[in-house]
């Protein structure tokens, strides 16, 4: 070994858990941030949490009968009511908390689910958790399809991809022909005590914000954005380049919304143009110079308007 | 002995949920569901009852948090009709699925469309084959005894099964009946506290609801329906202390004046009071008929169907569902299902009637009966359709 390689030293990460609370031996694609990113966020939370999982990719990776991935409490019900479950799940524990038949330990009730099992399907049951004020936290892991059935488009899908439900033709030159839905505006318009955008390529700021999340009394949502190597059409090992091209291209800012208070957690000196977060990935192929122009243009006016809800100075 | 007062039905079965010392109940507002919630937020409110009570923002999450509070080991009560049990049907079945011991009132309401927010079994029929026990009641009593009965049984470790009480809407859950109410003691020695055999703690990790490869789901759906079967004398032997307790003897199959009857009319629910009636008014007349009242729906009874029967000439069974395009309605499809291999077997005749709150009267039932026997046609009949 080189006598530079032996003097790095790699910083210990304060808080940072060495339990694993989803094991390896999973069935999650080769490269896959999903299942990284909810690594960190259970990493986060440590063992005193209980889980509710939505149907889709990380439920189906982690659970075949009689096998489990999980280390921590477990549940799933069905697609579209990890919300709802995980409101019965803190309802029932504060009932039977206050009648002393569990013990008085503070437990983190979390809900889980995709871009499908949150932006759509899953949406009615988390506005209505999110509005009754449950203490959990929603966490979505948006690979922005539906990845789990075969790539079809979901409303998180963002304009000028393609999938096997919005493929690229004449009648539809982007792909999808609508813009993602602002899931994190959304839930913010809730006046809920805590929002946030995360990426398991900044897994740090991930990290802390989860844990801001179980601080919090009330509903929390975080939104992460999870590389899916299978549905972007990019190379297993490139999930973690492509996240952080996400935020420093403006595609997905990282901010917060902490008691109506708005915060960017990442400011890059200049945004990366969208072209070099789209080149490699194959869902973005077929879009040509115009189409990019008019994302960029989009991506632009967003970022403007982020930096002013989050109070920063826009010179440029 | 408990009290006996005059109370609309959807009241004290409320009452008897809270009595029952619940720990959630979450529920969506649908006629005519509606009073028994109502008067449950009440008492949460007061502080009479200490529960999450759990203003849900439809039925599909009603049943959605039922199984999350369930599978955290609470005690777990919720209500719906028609469109709400239609809505949460995808959860009905995972509840079954999971073991949760939920208890539900369903207020008895016709499906649309047409729109109609009145009385027949459409809804009950939907989930029929939900793996849920489903108990169909007849009076304000039954239905008030049936809560107590209800947890006991979903509770118990050799059953945990959810248990759906089927009330006639507003032809029970809005009238006045006298009511014995129970005392607290006699609740304290009926109903046990529940102990979950699993639930969501960090204390002991558990995974629920994994998936079930091919290799396993077979497996699964044979141990479901075992454990549905097995329930049968959980529910007798709840009856039967019940009966001790209260001096009200409750069974899977009733007979009334059934002793020599030529011609039987099996109904379930709150029209067998009007039924009993018909047979009462017949047998003045000389006409030897009697009545067979199906209280339990599933488990079905199978054995004492057929003891019951036994001996009839004719069976009239009366419906309160349509099956679009069957031979029968559900109902009729077991009855003539299990006769059909008995020595002696009855005619068994099928009129479907009541639907959507359309009214029957003892002359109505008499009426059946009379033209049940002359019909040869042993398919079914919708009764008083106009033309």
């Known amino acids: 070994m080189a006598e530079t390689e032996k003097k790095k030293v790699i910083k210990p990460i304060k808080n940072f858990s060495l339990e694993e609370y989803i094991s390896s031996g999973h069935r999650a694609c080769q490269g896959c941030a999903e299942v990284l990113a909810v690594r960190h966020v259970l990493k986060a939370i440590g063992p005193d949490m209980i889980l509710a999982m939505a149907t889709g990719c990380m439920e189906i990776i982690s659970s075949p009968y009689p096998l489990t991935s999980w280390n921590v409490p477990w549940i799933h019900v069905a697609f579209e009511n990890a919300a709802a479950v995980a409101s019965g799940v803190e309802s029932g524990l504060k009932a039977l908390r206050r009648k002393g038949r569990v013990p008085d330990k503070d437990i983190t009730i979390v809900a889980m689910g995709g871009d499908g099992g949150t932006t759509d399907i899953g949406f009615q049951a988390l506005s209505g958790m999110m509005e009754r004020g449950h203490k959990v936290i929603y966490v979505c892991v948006d690979n922005e399809a539906y990845m789990n059935t075969g790539i079809q488009r979901s409303s998180s899908t963002p304009f000028g991809a393609t999938t096997t439900t919005s493929p690229a033709g004449k009648n539809a030159p982007a792909g999808q022909m609508t813009w993602k839905k602002d899931m994190v505006a959304i839930a913010a318009a809730h006046g809920i005590p805590y929002t946030a955008t995360a990426c398991p390529s900044f897994f740090t700021d991930l990290q802390k914000k989860v844990q801001k999340a179980k601080e919090i009394q009330g509903p929390s949502y975080i939104h992460i954005l999870s590389v899916c190597p299978t549905g972007w059409r990019i190379q297993p090992n490139k999930a973690i380049e492509y996240g952080q091209l996400a935020v420093d291209s403006g595609v997905f800012p990282l901010y917060e919304v902490e008691q109506g208070i708005w915060k960017l957690n990442r400011k890059p000196k200049e945004l990366k143009p969208v072209s070099e977060y789209f080149k490699g990935q194959g869902r973005y192929r077929h879009l040509d110079e115009s189409l990019t122009t008019e994302i960029q243009e989009k991506i632009n006016s967003r970022w403007k308007k982020l930096l002013d809800q989050c109070g920063e100075k826009t010179e440029k | ?387």
């Open chain 2, 1 to 387: 002995m408990g009290r006996k007062v005059g109370v609309e039905v959807s009241i004290a079965a409320a009452d008897a949920v809270g009595l029952c010392d619940v720990d959630v109940v979450a529920a969506y507002p649908i006629t005519p569901q509606t009073h028994v919630v109502e008067h449950l937020s009440e008492l949460c409110a007061s502080g009479e009852l200490d529960a999450e009570f759990v203003p849900v923002e439809s039925e599909h999450s009603a049943m959605s948090v039922c199984c999350g509070s369930s599978a955290a080991g609470a005690r777990t009560f919720t209500s719906t009709s028609a469109q709400g049990l239609a809505l949460m049907a995808e959860i009905v079945f995972i509840a079954s699925s999971m073991r949760f011991p939920i208890v539900m009132l369903l207020a008895n309401r016709a499906l649309s469309a047409p729109l109609s927010i009145w009385n027949d079994h459409s809804d009950t029929m939907m989930v029929r084959d939900s793996g849920w026990i489903q108990i169909f009641c007849e009076n304000g009593q039954e239905v008030y005894d049936a809560i107590f009965h209800s947890f006991r049984v979903a509770e118990d470790p050799r059953v945990s099964l959810p248990v759906m009480i089927n009330v006639d809407g507003f032809n029970l859950t809005h009238v006045i009946e006298p009511i014995e109410f129970w005392s607290k003691e006699m609740v304290g020695k009926y109903l046990p506290p529940f102990k979950p055999l699993y639930t969501l703690h960090p204390s002991k990790v558990v995974s629920m609801g994994a998936f079930g490869m091919p290799e396993i789901y077979t497996e699964a759906r044979k141990a479901q329906d075992e454990a549905l079967w097995k329930s049968y004398p959980v529910i007798k032997q709840g009856w039967d202390e019940l009966a001790e307790l209260t001096g009200r003897k409750y069974s899977p199959v009733e007979c009334y004046k059934t002793e020599g009857a030529d011609t039987i009319i099996l109904a379930m629910g709150s029209i067998c009071e009007t039924a009993s009636l018909a047979v009462d008014k017949m047998r003045e007349d000389g006409k030897k008929v009697g009545l067979v009242k199906l209280r339990l729906w599933r488990p079905l009874p199978v054995d004492d169907i057929k003891k019951a029967l036994r001996g009839a000439k004719d069976v009239l069974v009366l419906d309160r569902a349509v099956s679009f395009g069957a031979a029968n309605a559900p109902v009729t499809s077991e009855i003539r299902s299990i006769m059909y291999h008995e020595p002696d077997r009855p005619n068994v005749h099928n009129i479907i009637a009541g639907l959507g709150g359309r009214d029957v009267t003892p002359d109505h039932v008499i009426k059946m009966v009379e033209s049940a026997l002359v019909d040869t046609n042993y398919g079914y009949n919708i009764f008083g359709v106009r033309s």
